[in-house]
């Protein structure tokens, strides 16, 4: 298991976890939630990680990123 700030572009994910309070209501709405698939759309290990969830793209900020736990989807 990783967390979101550590992964790499063009990975496709599953979200575990997410270690907050205030701001996981947020994602929840922009839909990123436990059993979530996100593919990450860009990396550059600064500024903010944009993935894609849902067919929408959204850009979530490092320090959030950081409290995001994920694991790869193995493709079958």
Do not use: C, F, H
Not at 27 to 43: D, F, K
Not at 66 to 71: A, C, K, M, N, W
């Amino acid at each position: 298991m990783l967390t979101l700030d550590k992964a790499r572009p063009g990975a496709r994910l599953r979200i575990v976890s997410m270690d907050g309070r205030g701001w996981v209501q947020r994602l929840y709405q922009m839909g990123l939630l436990p059993g979530s698939i996100v593919e990450i759309v860009s990396n550059y290990g600064a500024g903010p990680v944009v993935l894609r969830v849902m067919g929408a793209e959204v850009a979530v900020g490092r320090g959030i990123a950081r409290r995001i736990y994920v694991e790869e989807v193995k493709e079958s």
